[in-house]
């Protein structure tokens, strides 16, 4: 259900369980944290690429898996990744597709570009299933996109589309579906072909202000 592939100095992770949606289960979170711990470690890895398919990104968390298999509070595959990805150092690209829900939207806040296809539809309807927010969204929606528009998000749960997206800055560009994950694997390539130290430490210095008050966001919701 994810697939891993290195090449060019580029590791991409595809969430391919297109028949459900690409809804995620805890074995696909505890290998999307293998993913991301092994290109941190790895000098071959320089970027990093993380896409669905040209019809769907995610459905969000697959509720059946999660019933069966809820997460503590202590150290479960959901919490790895989240931490896993909000502190990945190394340049991070997403190709977003069809619908993104829940964890879907929430993880593209962590990514260093995203590229959505005109079909994209981003939702966070955590209110609208009793839960709260994750991933630091309730600090990072407001910062991103203003609180208005973030409580409409968060408070109502209603999707937006690509071009809201593009707005407010979630994502870089809107191109045809058909073309997001090739071009999403030729910016991660550009990426990798500088100077990794530089790029690292660039990113590094962009975050360093909000980075402990997103570990501690996170852990509070």
Excluded: W
């Amino acid at each position: 259900d994810i697939l891993t592939l290195t090449e060019a100095g580029v590791m991409t992770i595809t969430l391919n369980r297109v028949d459900k949606k690409n809804s995620i289960t805890v074995a696909m979170y505890a290998a999307m944290a293998d993913a991301l711990e092994s290109a941190a470690q790895d000098a071959a890895v320089r970027a990093v690429v993380l896409q669905g398919h040209a019809t769907v990104f995610s459905a969000g968390n697959d509720i059946a898996d999660f019933q069966n298999r809820a997460p503590t509070a202590g150290e479960s595959p959901v919490h790895r990744f989240l931490r896993d990805i909000s502190s990945f150092p190394k340049a991070l690209v997403a190709a977003v597709c069809g619908p993104a829900v829940g964890v879907g939207t929430t993880m593209l806040f962590h990514c260093d570009l995203v590229y959505a296809g005109d079909n994209a539809a981003f939702s966070m309807p955590f209110v609208n299933l009793g839960l709260c927010p994750e991933a630091a969204s309730s600090l990072l929606v407001p910062q991103m996109m203003g609180y208005h528009r973030a409580a409409e998000a968060l408070l109502l749960g209603e999707p937006f589309m690509a071009e809201a997206a593009l707005e407010v800055g979630l994502v870089n560009r809107i191109v045809p579906p058909t073309e997001a994950n090739g071009i999403a694997q030729m910016q991660a390539r550009k990426l990798a072909a500088k100077p990794v130290s530089s790029l690292m430490e660039t990113k590094r210095l962009m975050k360093k202000g909000q980075a402990p008050q997103v570990q501690a966001v996170m852990a509070e919701e």
